[in-house]
């Protein structure tokens, strides 16, 4: 009997119980509960008790200290665990390395197999897109509506459209996410016009899916397995060398899954791509000829899933790519690395929650006097935008993959 079949036999004698047991990797993550120390360092540090108080949300050390370690006792937990941004603040501050991100998808994966009528009623409405469509938002029923909307705003952002490529071999697959894919299409546009204008050989999906984040997040195990064999098969198929995404937690989502699973083909951050593949000397060459000169004064929102779940450099890369923008003047908020409150699926069920979380970005960056704000993902994006919209800001938000590809000269 294998790892893997003994670990079935075990989950079928506990089910009547309803108790699951950990699989290896979860069991690291779970004992390190066993680590806290009490020290409240990351209530202090955690964006959503920030915004809404400890009686909304009890917070990271709750979960940390105050879990029961017996999975039948999580239930008791619902209305807490799905409140968490995942962020990654708590662990980055954390002096014992509680990884509460991984906890709160452990606990949620064990709600979900037992006590699915705990679920947020928000998530199923996802699970149900996912399952019929292999993508987190409802996709477009008529086609050409989809393609006359994206026209629309590639017209309105001076960009161009060129037509989707779809090959074998090729160097790089460019995976835009399901944000970009079905809403923000005028991000999956800019990254094409990018990637065409320095040259990469790279293809799209013949048929997009999902990376697997929200299953996962929402504690969906099966369908984020499903959904993650369902993409490393498109990927080798394509023999592809290099995944590239646009969205932060696809950045994230997809570097640990090629390497997990074994995929043979590591994922990029477009920002990282550009940056570490093209090299700083042809974008500054390219950015020098801009063709959109105006001055204009930036601030910069970074990505959780970049700078807590993938790596810090990501956002220097892209401060040193608008530094080699003309005209381009950035100032930092001193919320620019605050949670926008668009993660951890929170806005999907309480939205309430995930626009509190965003007010004090809103605010600090207000007093910076920016005229506009970029940010490297579609989801931060929206969140920033609707919300100060909303709010009757005068500040505009874009895309960094569309502010870039704006700034690039024709292609001649
Ligand atoms: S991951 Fe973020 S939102 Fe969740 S408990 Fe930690 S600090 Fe709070
Ligand atoms: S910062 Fe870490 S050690 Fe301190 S209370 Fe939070 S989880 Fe426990």
Request: glycine content about 6%; some cysteine; proline content about 5%.
């Amino acid at each position: 009997m294998d790892e893997n079949e003994a670990f079935e036999y075990v989950k079928s004698t506990l089910k009547k119980e309803k108790i699951t047991p950990y699989h290896s990797d979860e069991l690291e993550i779970v004992k390190s509960i066993g680590a806290c120390i009490n020290c409240g360092l990351c209530i202090n540090h955690c964006p959503v008790v920030a915004a809404v108080g400890l009686d909304r949300f009890s917070g990271p050390r709750s979960i940390a200290v105050e879990l029961s370690r017996s999975p039948p006792e999580f239930w008791a937990t619902a209305d807490k665990v799905y409140l968490c941004t995942g962020c990654g603040t708590c662990r980055e501050v954390c002096p014992k390395n509680v990884n509460i991100p991984e906890i709160v998808n452990v606990v949620r994966a064990n709600i979900f197999e037992h006590r699915p009528d705990l679920v947020p009623k928000g998530l199923m409405i996802v699970k149900e897109i996912i399952e019929e469509h292999n993508l987190a938002f409802e996709p477009w029923e008529d086609k050409e509506e989809k393609e006359e909307s994206r026209d629309m705003r590639l017209e309105r952002l001076g960009l161009p459209y060129i037509p989707d490529i779809v090959k074998e071999n090729a160097e790089v697959l460019f995976y835009p996410g399901c944000q970009a894919e079905e809403r923000a299409q005028e991000v999956r546009e800019a990254a094409k016009t990018i990637l065409d204008f320095f040259d990469v050989d790279y293809t799209l999906l013949d048929e997009f899916s999902c990376c697997s984040l929200p299953s996962q997040l929402m504690g969906d195990a099966k369908t984020a397995r499903n959904l993650a064999h369902l993409l490393k098969g498109k990927v080798k198929k394509l023999g592809v060398k290099k995944i590239v995404t646009t969205c932060a937690g696809c950045t994230s989502t997809l570097a640990d899954l090629s390497v997990r699973d074994e995929w043979g083909a590591p994922a990029y951050h477009l920002l990282e791509y550009l940056v570490e593949e093209i090299g700083f000397e042809k974008l500054a060459d390219a950015l020098k000829k801009t063709a959109k000169p105006n001055d204009v004064h930036v601030s910069v929102h970074d990505p959780c899933h970049l700078i807590r779940h993938t790596s810090r450099q990501v956002m220097e890369h892209a401060l040193n790519i608008l530094r080699l923008m003309p005209g381009v003047r950035v100032s930092e908020s001193v919320a620019h690395d605050n949670c926008c409150g668009g993660g951890g699926m929170v806005s999907f069920h309480s939205s309430e929650v995930a626009n509190s979380v965003v007010k004090e970005n809103m605010m600090a960056l207000e007093k910076t006097g920016t005229e506009r704000l970029v940010t490297p993902c579609p989801l931060c994006t929206a969140q920033l935008e609707s919300n100060l919209f909303k709010s009757g800001s005068s500040i505009e938000v874009d895309d960094l993959t569309v502010f870039i590809a704006q700034r690039l000269p024709k292609k001649g």
